[in-house]
Antibody
Framework: QVQLVQSGAEVKKPGASVKVSCKASGYTFSAYYIHWVRQAPGQGLEWMGILNPTDGSTTFAQKFHGKITVTRDTSTSTVYMELSSLVSDDTAVFYC?????????????WGQGTLVTVSS | DIQMTQSPSTLSASVGDRVIITCRASQSISHWLAWYQQNPGKAPKLLVYMASNLESGVPSRFSGSGSGTEFTLTISSLQPDDFATYYCQQYNTYPYTFGQGTKVDI
């Protein structure tokens, strides 16, 4: 069955970076785009960006340009999302989500979420 | 960016009630709209795509309608599992954007 398993919670100090992983299984990794979605505490969902696993190309929301780097390792079917220069406002749960193969733009499978806490 | 506005933000209802959630887009998105359900501490779950197509396995009491800028999600008879937060999402253009959410509580 399709699964996206994310790495565990992280606590980081302001100014640090964090790298969250999303390991895919149960399907052909290269055939489906992966998205990242942020959810600040008590807030709604915010789309961050998309990775094409075939060639590693990415598209990000403008507000995350320079903040986020997304890469993949096709040998382990894992996508990585790195956030740099962390500030307290970066505290959030980050989800990876698979884009449906039949209908672009919708997310049919989600990871369990990774809480990143930024605190001095 | 396309702004998505849901109403109401919170909805109090009882088991068996018919519930309607509205989502408005700041510009036309044709039928490129999805609805998700999220329970506390859980990842969102896809309910409806292309405005009115029910995702496989989603109970038939859920339905979606609309096009252009006005969309609705209807729950015909609210069940205990349905008390959750619901989000609309446009995927007409990047950046994809979500509504602020509608919390359905007792």
């Amino acid at each position: 069955q399709v699964q996206l398993v994310q790495s565990g919670a992280e606590v980081k100090k302001p100014g640090a970076s964090v790298k969250v992983s999303c390991k895919a299984s149960g399907y052909t990794f290269s055939a489906y785009y992966i998205h990242w979605v942020r959810q600040a505490p008590g807030q709604g969902l915010e789309w961050m960006g998309i990775l094409n696993p075939t060639d590693g190309s990415t598209t990000f929301a403008q507000k995350f340009h320079g903040k986020i780097t997304v890469t993949r390792d096709t040998s382990t079917s894992t996508v990585y999302m790195e956030l740099s220069s962390l500030v307290s406002d970066d505290t959030a749960v980050f989800y990876c989500a698979r884009e449906s193969g039949s209908y672009r733009g919708i997310f049919d499978y989600w990871g369990q979420g990774t809480l990143v806490t930024v605190s001095s | 960016d396309i702004q998505m506005t849901q109403s109401p933000s919170t909805l109090s209802a009882s088991v068996g009630d018919r519930v309607i959630i509205t989502c408005r887009a700041s510009q036309s998105i044709s039928h490129w709209l999805a609805w998700y359900q999220q329970n506390p501490g859980k990842a969102p779950k896809l309910l409806v795509y292309m405005a009115s197509n029910l995702e496989s396995g989603v109970p038939s009491r859920f339905s979606g309608s609309g096009s252009g800028t006005e969309f609705t999600l209807t729950i015909s008879s609210l069940q205990p599992d349905d008390f959750a937060t619901y989000y609309c999402q446009q995927y007409n253009t990047y950046p994809y954007t979500f509504g602020q959410g509608t919390k359905v509580d007792i």
